[in-house]
């Protein structure tokens, strides 16, 4: 089963609208590319997402849970996306100190506290 942001957007987009045509077009996608998608999404499941009727679709309970998922699966490519951005931006960095273990236990948490707690947008790595 593999499925990628493309159809977890998708999948979501037509939870939310109810309507394959809604969220298609939520997504950005026309409507035989989703509805081919969204089979191809079951056919690689094995399970059905979607009750489909006239008045729309329904979640089945394997598109709750798919739903749910996604909706995770969302909310961590958002962070990530925004924690690259910091790195791309000069906003976020990494500073490797190398120190004997005499060193890292008796001077450096003195040392390093206030200026991490000066610097909380850059990650220290003590080796």
């Known amino acids: 089963m593999r499925f990628d942001p493309t159809d977890l ?5 037509v939870a939310d ?6 969220g298609a077009a939520d997504a950005g996608l026309s409507l035989p590319a989703a509805s081919e998608r969204l089979g ?12 489909r009727g006239r008045r729309g679709v329904a979640l089945t309970e394997a598109g709750e849970a798919l739903a749910h998922h ?4 969302s909310r961590q490519m958002a962070m990530m996306r925004g924690e690259l951005g910091e790195y791309a931006t000069g906003l ?3 500073l490797r ?4 273990t005499a060193a890292m236990a008796e001077l450096m948490p003195q040392r390093l506290a206030g ?13």
Request: net charge positive; aromatic share 4%.
């Open 9 to 13: 957007r998708l999948f979501l987009a």
């Open 17 to 22: 609208a109810g309507s394959i045509t809604h």
């Open 40 to 51: 191809d999404m079951e056919l690689s499941g094995g399970v059905r997402l979607l009750d």
């Open 70 to 73: 996604a909706r995770l699966i």
């Open 92 to 94: 976020r960095s990494t």
């Open 97 to 100: 100190v190398l120190a004997n």
């Open 115 to 127: 200026w991490m707690g000066a610097n909380p947008r850059v990650d220290l790595d003590l080796k």
